[in-house]
């Protein structure tokens, strides 16, 4: 369902943002780039998300956001 909606009739724009949270990826892997960087992958099965967050979290401080990729990135 949509949680809430905006018309700007002057510009002719409509947005709409939903309350359907997108579907999770799944078979996450994680292999070694360089001795310094990693490669990670997984499988999309969203349809409705905009990108990804990937966050990183060194204990004990709390995740914080490392990157944002593109939709449909894997």
Same mark, same amino acid.
């Given at each position: 369902g949509l949680a809430g @909606?905006?018309?700007n009739n002057s510009q002719g724009l409509f947005l +709409?943002? @939903?309350?359907?949270a997108p579907a999770a990826p799944s078979s996450f892997s994680v292999t070694s780039a360089t001795? @310094? @960087?990693v !490669? #990670? +992958?997984w499988t999309d099965h969203a349809s409705n998300e905009n990108h990804f967050l990937l966050e990183r979290r060194t204990p004990? !401080?709390?995740f +914080?956001? #490392? !990157?944002?990729?593109p939709l449909d990135t894997t």
């Open positions: @909606s905006y018309w +709409a943002r @939903s309350t359907t001795g @310094s @960087s !490669a #990670l +992958a004990p !401080a709390a +914080a956001p #490392l !990157a944002t990729v």
